[in-house]
T-cell receptor, first 113, second 113 residues
């Protein structure tokens, strides 16, 4: 069965600092991996996804993530945090051949001026 | 404009009074899904549908029903709501499941007293 673990329910960074949000997955086969962002009082929107090919994936708003099979990880990074990045971030996994998507518990990012 | 709509956006009801939350998408997507979001638990999938008349249980289906009679609509039915179903509900759709991005509705905040 697939599962997702997001380490840290709350992360605080200073404006301009590196953002690192951690995601580890469990899957019996190589999965599809996603990061979604949720701004206050809104639905979720896709930041980036990994399906196949290059393991470093670039997304919107300067975010990127690297699929590391050996570490079963898909951590989200951004070199320099902006105030507008304050939101909740969700990692999600879907096993190949299956339609079910499993989300992590989310990480709230606070950006301190 | 491509979108997923949900109605109502806010609902306060009493225990045992049947209710339906509607969901509609205008992107001709095959896959639709319902999630509930609770603090500390992230998004948990309630039901999903891979096409008309094809539905399957997610992780937390107890107390909920769904139907998919038309491709664009996927209503969520609570036949006898209870206080533990107080939550924020999201409908989502995608081209198919698995590797494809999900598009989320704006959410329905349900309170059951």
């Amino acid at each position: 069965a697939q599962s997702v673990t997001q380490l840290g329910s709350h992360v605080s960074v200073s404006e301009g600092a590196l953002v690192l949000l951690r995601c580890n997955y469990s899957s019996s086969v190589p999965p599809y991996l996603f990061w979604y962002v949720q701004y206050p009082n809104q639905g979720l929107q896709l930041l980036l996804k990994y399906t196949t090919g290059a393991t470093l994936v670039k997304g919107i708003n300067g975010f990127e993530a690297e699929f590391k099979k050996s570490e079963t990880s898909f951590h989200l990074t951004k070199p320099s945090a902006h105030m507008s990045d304050a939101a909740e971030y969700f990692c999600a996994v879907s096993e190949r051949g299956y339609q079910k998507v499993t989300f992590g518990t989310g990480t709230k990012l606070q950006v301190i001026p | 404009e491509a979108q997923v709509t949900q109605n109502p956006r806010y609902l306060i009801t009493v225990t045992g009074k049947k209710l339906t939350v509607t969901c509609s998408q205008n992107m001709n997507h095959e896959y639709m899904s319902w999630y509930r979001q609770d603090p500390g638990l992230g998004l948990r999938q309630i039901y999903y549908s891979m096409n008309v008349e094809v539905t399957d249980k997610g992780d937390v289906p107890e107390g909920y029903k769904v139907s998919r009679k038309e491709k664009r609509n996927f209503p969520l039915i609570l036949e006898s709501p209870s206080p533990n179903q107080t939550s924020l509900y999201f409908c989502a759709s995608s081209q198919t499941g698995g590797a494809y991005e999900q598009y989320f509705g704006p959410g329905t905040r349900l309170t059951v007293t």
